[in-house]
């Protein structure tokens, strides 16, 4: 008979956030589908969208991060998270700057690549929230696809530089 300590807390279910996290990859794809078209929406072409959306994303990414070590002065990696947070949003502001060409969004997607294998090392609250990781995770390497693909439309298209 197993006693009280040997089983684990129970999952929370996040339908919330993962409904949230899945429809966040919806800009990408609309990113993709512009540029995809040569076409615009309010001027702006599907490559800069997309970027700019990448850039807030992975800003706010950088900012859990922050917000973590704000609220957890007992953090024991308090002073790494932020200053991963601002590295984070310094790559996101430098793939924007950067987004006329496929350097830019290749740097997006080792920003986003690189936060995704930083949570695996930080795994916070795994067994409670394993439910919303699993998401992340499938989320975060949905959307490195996207970046993937958009360079590749970029090359393609003759806009990659």
Not at 122 to 143: D, E, G, H, M
Request: aromatic share 14%; with cysteine.
């Amino acid at each position: 008979m197993k006693d009280s300590l040997d089983t684990p807390p129970p999952t929370e279910p996040t339908p919330l956030f993962d409904g949230l996290a899945y429809a966040g990859v919806l800009p990408f794809v609309l990113g993709l589908w512009l540029q995809w078209r040569g076409d615009a929406i309010f001027g702006i072409e599907g490559h800069f969208l997309f970027a700019a959306y990448s850039a807030c994303i992975l800003s706010f990414l950088g900012g859990i991060w922050w917000a973590g070590a704000l609220n957890r002065p007992d953090h024991p990696r308090r002073l790494s998270l932020v200053l991963q947070s601002n590295g984070v949003a310094l790559v996101a502001w430098l793939g924007l700057l950067l987004a006329s060409s496929a350097w830019g969004l290749v740097l997006l997607a080792f920003g986003f690549g690189y936060v995704r294998w930083e949570e695996a090392r930080l795994n916070p609250n795994a067994r409670r929230l394993r439910n919303y990781f699993r998401t992340r995770s499938r989320v975060s390497y949905l959307v490195i696809f996207c970046h993937l693909l958009m360079v590749l439309l970029l090359v393609w298209q003759g806009g990659g530089d």
